[in-house]
């Protein structure tokens, strides 16, 4: 059995022998959800216990390595967003617009997220509640 990623699914594949050449062959069998883990009836229902176990461990470990990715993302932001400004004063004015409109948009919702986010933290020192 192997696993192919593909966007926020992951195909599942068995490889077995061919009823009547007996020549082996893989085949995908279904897919599981990445974000939520499910794995599809249709797969669920050709794999064994062990192999159904297999495929949770492979998502487990995937959502792993995701959440540590976002945070690594997350905690090197600000660089980036202050490495956009300068960027961002000498670029390409038709570049700028072609994607203007997209990263105002994206600003808006990381804004009220961590907005969201925060509001049940403490205010941070120096500043007003």
């Known amino acids: 059995m192997h696993l192919r990623r593909r966007g926020n699914n992951v195909q599942i594949v068995k490889t077995q022998p061919e009823a009547v ?11 599981a959800n990445l974000r939520t883990g499910m794995i599809g009836s249709t797969a ?21 390595i995701e959440a540590q990715r976002l945070e690594v993302e997350y905690r090197t ?5 202050n490495e956009m400004v300068g960027w961002i004063q000498t670029a390409d004015k038709e570049v700028l617009a072609e994607h203007a409109g997209e990263v105002r948009d994206a600003l808006g919702r990381l804004r009220w997220a961590l907005g969201a986010a ?3 933290a403490p205010p941070a020192p120096g500043t007003q509640s």
Not at 21 to 31: E, H, L, M, R
Not at 47 to 62: D, H, Y
Not at 77 to 81: K, Q, S, T
């Open 118 to 120: 925060m509001s049940d």
């Open 77 to 81: 932001l600000a660089d980036r967003l």
């Open 21 to 31: 050449t007996g020549k082996v062959v893989s085949k995908p069998i279904g897919s």
């Open 44 to 64: 669920a229902a050709a794999l064994t216990p062990e192999e159904a176990q297999e495929v949770k461990a492979w998502i487990g470990r995937r959502q792993a």
